[in-house]
Each structure stands twice: as C-alpha cells, then as structure tokens.
C-alpha cells in the first residue's frame, strides 16, 4: 500500500518512527516531513498528504501533530478525505470499519509510540463494512461543489 505521511514540528520523532515501521512492513511510504528542529503550521502538512491521497499518489495518509486535532481539522476540509483522530486501537479499527477513513490522525504528545503504532496497524488491517456506504454518500454531498471558487464557501 502506498501511504504519504507528516508531521509538524511537534512529532517529528513519532513520524519517523511509523515512516520506518510502515516501510519494514512492506509499505511505500512517501514522507511529506517536516524536518528536525523545524517550527513549522500543520495546515501545510496536512494539505500535502491530503493532496496526495487526492491525488491518488498515495492510496492512505497518516498525520500526526502535537494532539492530532489541528492536522484532522486541517485535513477534513479538503474534498474527499475522511480524517479520524484516534487515541486507541479500537478507535482506529472503527475508523476504517465505519468510516472508511483515509487519513489517520494521531497525537504525538497524547499517545506513545506503542499505541500509535497499534493504531496504524489496527486501521490498516481493519476493512471498510460497506453498509455504512450510505452515510459516506451523505458525508460527500456535505462538500462544497468542484465548480465553487475558494473564496464562494
């Protein structure tokens, strides 16, 4: 599977951590950074990764922030991803069984290693239960139209 991941200056160790784990088990993992010692705005990241898997350069992302709200807030605006901030593995087993999420979003200074670790392979094992298609198809129609220019929302 092909994952693009990031993160801000906040969890720079946890990113690299998952990078490196996703990539031993086999994954193509794109990292979209930021670097060490970097002070950097989540927003830029999470549209990075948000791009790619619009793009569908990278077919799942992972973003992790200080606290993973700011880069799942970030992500959720863009069209087409479905972000989910999880703290635990059954969180992130519903993320992907109930919502069909293709960003995760973890906090690097609210979870440790081991869990997010967990967590990302929870989601990625976990397949999409498509009777919940119906709610995905109403999450859709709440995006704003292709046609709409930036400044008409």
């Not at 619009?54 to 992500?75: F, K, N, P, W, Y």
């Not at 392979?121 to 009777?131: D, I, K, V």
Request: one cysteine or more.
């Amino acid at each position: 599977m092909r994952i693009a991941i990031a993160s801000d200056h906040a969890a720079v160790a946890l990113r690299r951590a998952l990078a490196a784990e996703l990539t031993a088990a086999g994954h193509e993992v794109s990292d979209h950074g930021a670097d060490e010692g970097q002070r950097v705005d989540y927003p830029d990241y999470a549209q990075r990764v948000g791009a790619a898997v619009q793009s569908r350069d990278a077919d799942r992302g992972v973003l992790v922030c200080g606290t993973g709200i700011g880069m799942s807030i970030a992500a959720n605006k863009l069209a087409g991803i479905r972000a989910a901030l999880v703290h635990d593995v059954t969180t992130a087993r519903l993320a992907a069984q109930h919502n069909d999420a293709n960003v995760l979003c973890l906090g690097g200074r609210v979870v440790g290693p081991i869990v997010a670790s967990e967590c990302v392979a929870a989601w990625l094992s976990t397949p999409f239960e498509a009777r919940h298609q119906h709610r995905l198809d109403k999450i859709a129609a709440l995006e704003p139209s292709t046609d709409a220019l930036p400044g008409d929302r």
